[in-house]
């Protein structure tokens, strides 16, 4: 049986932002169409959650931060070894400025 994964109330809300500028940008096949491969991408942690390489920018938090690549996004997650899940902590464009991670 694998990890159940939960997303963070940040990280939905990175997720809705996603859908909202691609609704807007693109239209709105394309932003379920993005939002939708993020959220299959990040359910793949449920049978492997080590997939996603340490995340270096988030070394100095208390968490053990990976992420996965999804086209221009990062899937930035932590393992919650206690409860046995994986918590999806924050959804980040990459063609942003790596410092705006921090806020996670």
């Known amino acids: 049986m694998g990890l159940a994964v939960y997303w963070t109330a940040f990280a939905e ?3 809705k932002d996603i859908f909202d500028y691609y609704d807007v ?6 932003a379920d169409g ?11 942690l449920e049978k492997n959650p080590r997939m996603g390489q340490r ?13 996965l690549v999804c086209n221009h996004h990062k899937i ?8 046995g899940c994986v918590y999806v902590a924050h959804v980040f464009d990459c063609r942003q400025n790596p410092t705006k991670m921090m806020e996670v």
Not at 25 to 30: F, H, I, K, P
Not at 55 to 64: D, N
Not at 76 to 83: P, Q, S, T, V
């Open 34 to 44: 993005v939002v939708n491969e993020l959220i299959e991408k990040s359910m793949l």
């Open 76 to 83: 930035i997650y932590w393992i919650d070894k206690l409860h």
């Open 55 to 67: 995340e270096s920018l988030l070394s100095h938090r208390p968490q053990e931060f990976r992420y």
């Open 25 to 30: 940008t693109a239209n709105r096949s394309v």
């Open 13 to 15: 809300e990175r997720l």
